[in-house]
């Protein structure tokens, strides 16, 4: 474990209240980089700030932001805040966003699983959690995922419908998918939990949002580490 990690958390937490520690403690035990989530291209904020907001809600830990033709813009006043406790990775800067993303997530260990009807595909209720860590992936509300998204894909599933409505608005969508698999990780047996690593590292995030002037205080820190 990195000692200067270690350190640099308890002397921060010493400028925050004793609520929000323990607050920490309880909700950290329940994160999870199992699954993350991707959102490609999506262009309404009201849908991309609730996404956010079901993600820290339910646990999951880790977004991924596709920004192809659509700057992905949350709304505060929906995501209240969702933003500040989540890992947001944005990608941008790429000829193929899509493309780069996928292959950053399978570089990590992750299955490249498209939320959209296909030959192959299995409702959300079926996919096998026990093959692996799961990136699941959502697109637009008019056009849904990309060719590349889906020519890349690992596999395929559905939520099941029986209205008129062709589909879920991707909020919807992916509130649903993240209740399913969520509610059945931690019924398993699967080890979906945060390492200690990932735990320190997180608290420590998070210890720098909820402290005023957290960066003057790790300069301070530092001199006083170094001076030691």
């Given at each position: 474990m990195?000692n200067?990690?270690?350190e640099?958390?308890e002397?921060?937490?010493?400028?925050?209240?004793?609520?929000r520690?323990?607050?920490?403690?309880?909700?950290?035990q329940?994160?999870?980089?199992?699954?993350t989530?991707?959102?490609e291209?999506v262009y309404?904020?009201?849908?991309?700030?609730?996404?956010?907001?079901s993600?820290e809600?339910?646990g999951?830990?880790d977004?991924?932001?596709i920004?192809?033709s659509?700057?992905?813009n949350?709304?505060?006043?929906i995501s209240?805040?969702?933003?500040q406790w989540l890992s947001?990775?944005?990608h941008?800067n790429?000829?193929?966003?899509?493309?780069?993303c996928?292959q950053?997530?399978?570089?990590?260990g992750?299955?490249?699983?498209a939320?959209?009807?296909?030959k192959?595909?299995?409702?959300?209720?079926e996919?096998?959690l026990?093959?692996g860590?799961?990136?699941?992936?959502?697109?637009?509300e008019i056009d849904?995922?990309?060719?590349?998204?889906?020519?890349e894909a690992?596999e395929?599933?559905k939520?099941?419908m029986?209205?008129?409505t062709?589909?879920f608005?991707i909020?919807v969508s992916a509130?649903i998918?993240m209740?399913?698999?969520m509610?059945?990780?931690?019924?398993?047996?699967?080890?979906w939990?945060l390492?200690?690593?990932e735990?320190l590292?997180l608290?420590?995030?998070?210890?720098?949002?909820?402290?005023?002037s957290?960066?003057?205080?790790?300069k301070e820190?530092?001199?006083q580490r170094i001076?030691e």
């Amino acid at each position: 474990m990195d000692n200067y990690t270690k350190e640099l958390y308890e002397y921060l937490s010493k400028f925050a209240t004793e609520q929000r520690m323990e607050k920490f403690e309880s909700v950290i035990q329940e994160r999870t980089r199992y699954l993350t989530i991707v959102v490609e291209n999506v262009y309404q904020p009201h849908n991309a700030s609730a996404v956010l907001r079901s993600a820290e809600c339910f646990g999951v830990q880790d977004v991924h932001i596709i920004e192809n033709s659509n700057k992905y813009n949350p709304s505060a006043d929906i995501s209240l805040g969702a933003h500040q406790w989540l890992s947001l990775t944005r990608h941008s800067n790429t000829e193929n966003n899509s493309l780069s993303c996928i292959q950053a997530l399978k570089k990590n260990g992750y299955r490249i699983v498209a939320t959209s009807p296909h030959k192959n595909d299995c409702l959300i209720s079926e996919i096998d959690l026990s093959k692996g860590k799961i990136a699941l992936f959502f697109g637009t509300e008019i056009d849904g995922l990309s060719d590349t998204i889906l020519n890349e894909a690992d596999e395929f599933v559905k939520i099941p419908m029986y209205g008129f409505t062709e589909s879920f608005n991707i909020s919807v969508s992916a509130a649903i998918s993240m209740y399913e698999l969520m509610k059945r990780l931690r019924e398993s047996k699967i080890e979906w939990r945060l390492t200690a690593a990932e735990l320190l590292a997180l608290k420590l995030d998070w210890v720098k949002e909820s402290v005023k002037s957290s960066d003057l205080l790790e300069k301070e820190f530092r001199k006083q580490r170094i001076a030691e």
